[in-house]
């Protein structure tokens, strides 16, 4: 059996990193967020601008983020900072350490002022950050591994080097009986009925088929039909000719395994192998949808250098053409270029990012991680009340 | 070592993809599957070469799959794209997942 060297939880999970972090439940605290996690040096800001006056669907998948972020295995332990009677902060953390995961909450307005909140959230986490640095290593078995598989910034090479790479990549994790997440619904329209052919079942079709039709009614509702807009005149001048063709060369990041389930935006799989999560295409909500959901890794193709990272997941980018490679190397891990200058193939590649997995969850920092780019935001569906 | 000038997505793909600009007569090479195919139009880099005959009607490969149909009879080592191929009717896309089921 592979391994890796992770940090066994409490609660039987496994992390590829061991985060001490400070997140807010609602928009109006990332600045005190942000201001506890300069106190304590190593505390990583976990940072959004939501969670207040929302919607129901929207709150509840605030709720479901926060919480899967919090409870990651990639944690060791977390702040939450919230405000307001109703703040679901103390409800998350009292549900969590029923899970025996080391989370705090504090909550101004209900049980203390801005000032105790930095005095207390200070002497907390520098206690938890201090503990944390006890934490070793242990072998676990690679089936413990989630990846999640995201593009951001694509070009007219995406389809052809990065993306297929990566599916060679995750061919193999879902091979080696860990799991992969393909995520963004927005880029499978004009393939969907090819994916959904790949489910293990008429269930997990229909589940698939159904979020697609959800995501393009929710477009159409706006005035836009990504349908008919697709290839766009620039995508035919670069080679694309069909929408079908297009669609192929995003989803092709998850390979050829059969899609075992279908996931809500931040949900955790229950399955193992390769699964969908219905996320947008916007990359920063896409890659913390992933996160939240268990995913301890993301692979991240880019043609134009989106340098999106995570504040509490490794991002992997591989670079889809030499120029991009050239210009940012600073910014990129895996140079996919090398199959347009016809150096290496779709496999050589693959098994680069494969290689570089393993690396990343032993503790090797990506780049994203040594530029400190922590981007994350919660995808919205409605507007703010 | 030689240097390939074009990618072949999938085994069973009727198509593959220059990745360079080829001019007519210039020869696309695959190294890994010994593929030296001769190209009969003006090949701009990203685009799609026929490398085995397809009828009008027939699908049009890549990645394995299938990305559209061909309007017209497509040669070996010619140009394939949105003047020989459309899209699939929504109609088609619905048989593909009936298939499924």
Known sequence: ?385 | MKVNNAIKLHPSDNVVVALNSLEVGEHILIDEIGLVQEVKDKIPYGHKVCIQEIKKGEKILKYGECMGIATNDIKVGHHVHVHNVRGLKESERLVSVVDFA
């Open chain 1, 1 to 385: 059996m592979k391994t890796f060297k992770g940090y066994k939880r409490p609660n039987g999970t496994f992390g590829v990193r061991n985060h001490v972090i400070v997140i807010n439940t609602v928009g109006e605290l990332a600045g005190v967020a942000n201001r506890l996690a300069d106190l304590v040096p190593g505390v990583v800001p976990v940072i959004q601008q939501g969670g207040t006056s929302q919607f129901p669907e929207d709150s509840m998948q605030t709720i479901r983020t926060i919480k899967g972020t919090v409870g990651h295995p990639n944690i060791n332990a977390a702040l939450i900072l919230g405000m307001g009677e109703d703040d679901f902060a103390e409800q998350i953390a009292a549900e969590l350490r029923e899970q025996q995961c080391k989370v705090k909450a504090i909550v101004i307005n209900k049980s203390t002022s801005l000032e105790k909140l930095l005095v207390d959230g200070r002497a907390w986490l520098q206690k938890v950050y201090e503990e944390s640095l006890e934490d070793k290593r242990v072998d676990v078995p690679i089936t413990e591994l989630t990846i999640g598989l995201e593009c951001g910034g694509s070009d007219a090479w995406s389809g052809i080097t990065a993306n297929p790479a990566i599916g060679v990549c995750s061919d193999m994790i879902v091979d080696d009986g860990a799991t992969s997440i393909l995520a963004e619904t927005t880029e499978a329209i004009g393939a969907e009925h090819i994916l959904a052919r790949r489910a293990i079942n008429e269930q997990v079709a229909k589940d698939f088929l159904t979020i697609v039709k959800n995501y393009e009614n929710r477009i159409l509702d706006t005035g836009e039909d990504i349908r008919s807009a697709n290839p766009t005149p620039g995508n035919m001048v670069g080679g694309l000719t069909t929408l079908e063709e297009k669609s192929l060369g995003c989803i092709k990041k998850g390979g050829n395994a059969p899609l075992q389930q279908v996931l809500k935006y931040a949900e955790k799989p229950s399955a193992k192998g390769f699964v969908f999560m219905d996320t947008p295409g916007y990359d920063v909500e896409s890659v913390a949808g992933l996160a939240a959901g268990g995913c301890q890794i993301v692979l991240f193709s880019t043609g134009k250098g989106s340098p999106t990272g995570s504040p509490i997941v490794p991002v992997i980018k591989i670079g889809t053409n030499p120029k991009l490679y050239e210009i940012m190397s600073e910014h990129i891990d895996v140079n996919a270029g090398t199959i347009v200058e016809g150096k290496k193939t779709l496999q050589d590649v693959g098994e680069e990012i494969y290689n570089l997995v393993l690396k990343v969850a032993n503790g090797e920092k990506t780049k994203a991680e040594q530029h400190r780019n922590q981007e994350f935001a919660i995808w919205r569906l409605a507007q703010s009340i």
